[in-house]
Nanobody, 120 residues
Framework: QVQLVESGGGLVQAGGSLRLSCAAS????????MGWFRQAPGKEREFVGQ????????YYVDSVKGRFTISRDNAKNTVYLQMNSLKPEDTAVYYC?????????????WGQGTQVTVSS
């Protein structure tokens, strides 16, 4: 079984920064790609960005490009989401997810989420 645990959320003023972490564990943990998603109150879950474990290639949704950065530490099985220049509209519960292999066409493991609140 794979476990994903997010941390690092909190309350920050607009223009501030936060770094979220997603630690993966499990005897059989193996992942092709890690993604970050968010869900604001009353809205559907939204894709934020992703990173491929082996290459480090990243991709971001337009609304966070230039402000958010995803990185990974392979030795620690941990992925990070550095969020800068935060805006009130970034307020949401942030989730990390793992796509276990290239053959799996979806994110199949999810964390419990961490709350990010950006005050104006």
């Amino acid at each position: 079984q794979v476990q994903l645990v997010e941390s690092g959320g909190g309350l920050v003023q607009a223009g501030g920064s936060l770094r979220l972490s997603c630690a993966a564990s499990g005897r059989t943990f193996s992942s092709y790609r890690m993604g970050w998603f968010r869900q604001a109150p009353g809205k559907e879950r939204e894709f934020v960005g992703q990173i491929t474990w082996t290459t480090g290639d990243t991709y971001y949704v337009d609304s966070v490009k230039g402000r958010f950065t995803i990185s990974r530490d392979n030795a620690k099985n941990t992925v990070y989401l550095q969020m800068n220049s935060l805006k009130p509209e970034d307020t949401a519960v942030y989730y990390c997810a793992s796509r276990s292999s290239v053959a799996v066409p979806r994110y199949d493991y999810w964390g419990q989420g961490t709350q990010v609140t950006v005050s104006s």
